[in-house]
């Protein structure tokens, strides 16, 4: 599983980043993002869930965890992809 911590990080290229991983992940493989717990890192983590496909991914869980350093971990598998029937022959039909 790959893990990605946005915290105390520059977040438009730390977006970047978690984008290319996510690009480059094999289907079923997770990624886990976590990050700390205030109002910007939330909206951060929301930013995330925007920038992916949600057609891409499966949310397996979001969660704070208390302690010390309380974060909020989101976890996330990646879909196969979506394939698009063509005819044989690549023809498309008009009606």
Do not use: C, W
Request: glycine letters at 6%; aromatic letters at 4%.
């Amino acid at each position: 599983m790959l893990t990605f911590d946005l915290r105390e990080t520059l977040i438009p290229f730390s977006l970047l980043q978690v984008t290319n991983l996510f690009r480059e992940m094999k289907p079923g493989e997770e990624m886990q993002i976590v990050a700390g717990v205030s109002h910007s890192d939330a909206a951060i983590l929301r930013d995330v869930m925007l920038i992916l496909p949600r057609t891409d991914y499966d949310l397996i869980a979001k969660e704070n965890l208390d302690g010390d350093d309380p974060v909020t971990r989101l976890r996330l598998r990646k879909k196969k992809p979506l394939t698009t029937h063509q005819p044989k022959g690549g023809h498309h039909v008009r009606n």
